[in-house]
């Protein structure tokens, strides 16, 4: 199939805090295993993160650790373009074109703004709350057709998908409706110390998650200590939800059956579970990581890929922003 008919896939990924487990499998390992199938585009999304407070030096190291831990993970840049939001000013610009034209209502059912601003309304940017507006122009820019997202992520690509049916009956055919897609088995990635809340790279503690970069001993430790219960029965059972996330960690990562799994399991302790998950995730990090510290040492081409990468698709960005200003009147 030419390039051309392959569906568009767009999605993208925060530079801020430690990139761990839960985003490797809900997210960056699909965009790698399906990229040959898609006409990908891979953003980072440094407007994205400063919607909460962030030291500038840390934001630019950290945008580049994306970007190099994208390539590492086996993201072609040459077939899937990596950029940095901030370089493509038509994000900013068509979201503040979308935002007057999402009510208000929309906006406020979004689930993860609820959860961010519970504990401070009066102090959470108005960035924060707008979020998934500038969500919506990073998809809909490039005609995008799936957005490939872990759970948390489904209802802003939903929301996205009804600004610009919105837009399109009140201005005519202009955007392509996206879809979100959502794996079957990880979407949802528990934390290891709490194993009833997301995995989540802004919060929890120093044992909540295994982050790519983690070194051996780090990981065996986090893994070791992760909250299981008092039965000491290996199966898939959801309900026991800490045993449950540590086998589908493994089951992931292994790529086997959970038949297989549970009959390899079957009359042995939590401890052996754990370390031989702690082997697995070792096993797969390692070359990943040398890959990483590789990429690390040439910034230069790390620079020159992600600026590249946003001179390929900045055309198709500015295309999208001019239809929709002349639609709307603008200019
Ligand atoms: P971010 O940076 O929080 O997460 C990146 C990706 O990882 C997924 N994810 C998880 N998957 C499974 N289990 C978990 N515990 C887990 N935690 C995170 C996320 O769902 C996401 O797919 N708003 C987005 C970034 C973004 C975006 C976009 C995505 C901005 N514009 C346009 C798609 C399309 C975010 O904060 O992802």
Redesign the pocket.
């Known amino acids: 199939m030419p390039a051309s008919k392959k569906e568009r896939v767009?999605?993208?990924?925060?530079?801020?805090?430690n990139?761990?487990?839960?985003?490797?499998?809900?997210?960056?390992k699909r965009w790698v295993d399906e990229q040959d199938r898609f006409d990908n585009i891979f953003?980072i999304?440094d407007l994205?993160a400063i919607t909460v407070p962030q030291d500038p030096k840390t934001l630019r190291n950290k945008i580049r650790e994306v970007a190099a831990l994208l390539l590492a993970a086996g993201i072609n840049p040459q077939h899937s373009p990596v950029f940095v939001?901030s370089h493509i000013s038509a994000h900013a610009e068509l979201a503040w074109i979308l935002n007057c034209i999402t009510p208000m209502g929309w906006m406020e059912r979004m689930i993860?703004y609820k959860e961010k601003s519970s504990a401070n309304k009066e102090r959470v940017s108005v960035g924060l709350f707008d979020?998934?507006a500038?969500?919506?122009a990073?998809?809909l820019l490039y005609r995008?057709d799936l957005?490939?997202?872990?759970?948390?992520?489904?209802q802003?690509?939903e929301l996205?998908r009804d600004i610009a049916q919105r837009f399109n009956n009140t201005y005519g055919e202009t955007f392509v409706l996206?879809k979100a897609v959502?794996?079957a088995q990880?979407?949802?990635?528990?934390?290891l110390d709490n194993p009833a809340k997301?995995?989540?790279?802004?919060s929890g503690g120093a044992k909540h998650?295994v982050s790519l970069l983690d070194s051996p001993k780090i990981i065996r430790a986090k893994i070791m200590s992760a909250a299981t219960d008092s039965r000491n029965e290996i199966r898939f059972d959801a309900t026991r939800p800490g045993i449950y996330n540590l086998l589908l960690i493994y089951e992931q990562f292994s790529a086997r059956k959970r038949a297989d799994i549970e009959r390899e399991f079957s009359g042995k302790g939590y401890a052996e579970l754990k370390n031989a998950l702690a082997d697995l995730l070792i096993r797969h990090l390692e070359p990943l990581q040398a890959r990483y510290k590789e990429l690390r040492s040439d910034e230069r081409t790390i620079e020159s890929i992600v600026r590249e990468s946003a001179e390929r698709i900045r055309p198709l960005a500015e295309k999208t922003l001019q239809t929709v200003k002349e639609k709307m009147g603008l200019g």
């Open positions: 767009f999605s993208g990924i925060q530079p801020s805090g990139v761990h487990i839960g985003n490797y499998l809900g997210a960056i953003c999304v994205h939001q993860q979020y998934p500038l969500m919506a990073d998809i995008t957005v490939p997202v872990g759970e948390d992520q489904q802003h690509v996205a996206p959502v794996p990880s979407s949802r990635i528990m934390g997301k995995m989540s790279k802004s998650a």
